[in-house]
C-alpha cells in the first residue's frame, strides 16, 4: 500500500471547507482560489474559513456536547428545565459557545468557566 498523491487545489478548498463549516464551498470561493497563484493562498483559504461563523457553528456543537448541554431532560418524559433561562441569558448557551469557538475566546476559557460554575 502506497499513500495517495498531494491532492489537487480544487479538492483541497472542498475537503477544508467542509471539514471546518460543514458545508461545501461556494462556487465564488472556489474560483478565487483557483486563480491565487500567490504563496500564502492556501493561509488565505484557512484563516477565511477559521473566522467564519460557520466555524463556530459547527466546532461549537462539541463543546456543548462535552458541557452536556440540552434544552429539556433527555428522558422519556423530555419536559423542559426551568434552568435553562439562566444559561440563554448569559451564562453559557449556545450563542455564547459559538462565538467562543469563533471569537477571540479560547475553548480553555470557556471550559474553564464553565468548570467554575459547578
Not at 75 to 94: K, Q
Amino acid at each position: 500500500m502506497k499513500p495517495n498523491p498531494p491532492a489537487d487545489k480544487y479538492t483541497l478548498i472542498r475537503r477544508a471547507t467542509f471539514d471546518l463549516t460543514g458545508l461545501p464551498p461556494t462556487e465564488s470561493e472556489v474560483q478565487r482560489y483557483l486563480v491565487d497563484d500567490s504563496p500564502d493562498a492556501w493561509t488565505k483559504v484557512v484563516d477565511r474559513l477559521l473566522a467564519s461563523p460557520h466555524y463556530g457553528e459547527r466546532w461549537g456543537r462539541h463543546w456543548m456536547d462535552v458541557a452536556h448541554y440540552a434544552d429539556t431532560a433527555g428522558d422519556n418524559a423530555d419536559y423542559p428545565v426551568p434552568e435553562l433561562a439562566t444559561l440563554r441569558c448569559g451564562e453559557i448557551g449556545p450563542a455564547i459557545v459559538t462565538s467562543s469557538v469563533s471569537g477571540p475566546v479560547s475553548y480553555v476559557t470557556t471550559s474553564g468557566r464553565e468548570l467554575a460554575k459547578r
